[in-house]
Structure formats: C-alpha cells, structure tokens
C-alpha cells in the first residue's frame, strides 16, 4: 500500500470511522487541513454504494488536530439518484476538530467533458523550477509534509524563499504524492490545500490556519504530475481567501478551491 493510502486509511464501525493521524502531515505544529479533509473524504466516500467520489466538499475548521487517534462520525442526508448529501465531523479527545457537508457521487458515470475558459498554469518545464527538497533542513523539520510529495514551483514564484517576495498573491507549482502515487477524487482534496500559503508571495510569512474550505471535483485526474495554482485578492479583517484550481496532465481543470484563513500569526 503506498504511504499515502496508509495515512489516510480508517477502520469502520457502522456510521463511525476510527483513524490514526500521522504526524508525517505536519505543518507548523499542526496537523495540515488538506490531509485531514482527505482523511474524512475517504470515511465519505465508503458511506453510499456506487457513490464513492466527492463532487463538493465544505469543510469549518473549529479547532488544530494533533497526530494521534482520530474518530469520524457520519451520517446520510439524503441519498438521491445520482448523487448523495453526506455530513461529518471529525473528533479527537471529545472535541470537534472539523464539521463537514458534502456531496458525493461517482465520476465515472459523469460526462467526461470538462470545459472552462480557464488556462491552465504557464510552468516551465519539471527541470527548470525550483524543488521543495531543495528546502534548508529547519524549513522541513518545521514542515515535516514536504516529505509526502513533490513539488517544483515556478521560478518566478519563489521570491518569498529569499526574502524577494514579488507581492502578486499568486503561487504555482507542479505536485506529485510521495512514491509516485498516481491521483484520484480523493488525493485532490489533499492537493488543494498542499502548496504554502499564497500569503508568503506578499511578504507574510507563517501558519495561515484555514478557517472554512469549500472543494469541487470536476473529474477524474489521469496520471501524471498535477499543476496547482493558488491566487488571493482581498484581506479584510485579518483574514483572506486562497483560490485554488489544479489541472491534470491532460490539461483538464480537476479540481477547484476557495478557502477563508487567518493571516500569518507572525505578522
């Protein structure tokens, strides 16, 4: 079983799942929002027969969890023809750490036929960005995640590392899971929330916390590496949005976020 589908992996128990949340998804002391949505998307997607892909996923992240044991309690809305409305909430030690909405359904018999008058990310090519492993060893002692994937971020994009952030809101990045595990519906939900804060482009560096997280998948990636893009407008109130989208290696739009996060505590 490849790393991944061992971390994200839970044990049912009629409509409760009971998982182990490894401390290899670390990010500043926290536990990283993307994963844990994974985590509670794979309970989901075992919950209604024939419908195991998430298709919306919201996501209200109440409070940080820790590595450790971890328990999911779903329940069915409603299980409609086509697609069903699923809810969970993920605890630890009694106290609600994320409470979900989300619809599922199976891609599969979804029309394959993705269009948007959206472009896909311009990267330069694998060999000309800038690797994650290329990270000083505090960085990824700090962010022990690094080491569940690759990334090789746009060039033009990293100005942040060397303290020459461009201050355009925008990060983007070619992804790839640990071990070359190829993505799927679940994966995405990982995805969306992997690179760095888009805050870091304008100078804010820190754990941004994520506050609510909505995803929507589009289709079925196809193997290969993924680009990402994450982009910000607006702060108001200390808080800002993070839009993500990622495009599969047939340059189909899979998967798209928006995320509301607090700014760097640090600033």
């Known amino acids: 079983m490849p790393e991944y589908d061992h971390h994200i992996a839970v044990t049912r128990d009629a409509d409760v799942f009971t998982g182990d949340l490894t401390d290899g998804w670390l990010v500043g002391g926290a ?3 993307g994963y844990l949505l994974s985590v509670i998307g794979h309970a989901l997607a075992q919950l209604v027969p024939g419908k195991p892909d998430p298709i919306s996923v919201s996501a209200y992240y109440l409070s940080a969890a820790a590595p450790g044991p971890a328990t999911v309690h779903t329940r069915v809305v409603r299980d409609g023809r086509s697609v069903a409305t699923l809810a969970a909430d993920l605890r630890q030690d009694g106290d609600d750490r994320i409470t979900v909405l989300a619809m599922y359904g199976d891609l599969a018999r979804q029309p ?7 472009a ?4 330069p090519p694998l060999e000309e960005c800038v690797s994650n492993s290329d990270a000083p060893e505090e960085v990824r002692r700090t962010a022990p995640l690094m080491g569940r994937f690759e990334m090789r971020f746009d060039p033009r994009h990293v100005g942040w590392a ?4 461009s201050g355009n809101g925008e990060l983007q990045a070619w992804f790839r899971l640990a071990e070359e595990r190829e993505p799927d519906p679940i994966s995405l939900l990982t995805v969306v929330d992997a690179l760095p804060p888009v805050t870091f482009e304008l100078g804010m560096m820190g754990w941004a916390p994520t506050l609510e997280l909505t995803a929507h998948v589009r289709a079925r990636p196809v193997p290969g590496w993924l680009r990402v893009r994450h982009a910000t407008r607006n702060i ?7 839009d993500c989208e990622v ?21």
């Open 162 to 165: 060397v303290g020459q952030p």
């Open 31 to 33: 536990v990283n929002g």
């Open 112 to 118: 394959d036929d993705v269009r948007t008058t959206a």
């Open 236 to 242: 108001a109130g200390g808080m800002f949005e993070e």
């Open 120 to 123: 896909p990310p311009d990267l």
């Open 247 to 267: 495009w599969d290696a047939a340059d189909r739009l899979v998967a798209q976020s928006r995320q509301l996060a607090r700014l760097p505590r640090s600033r």
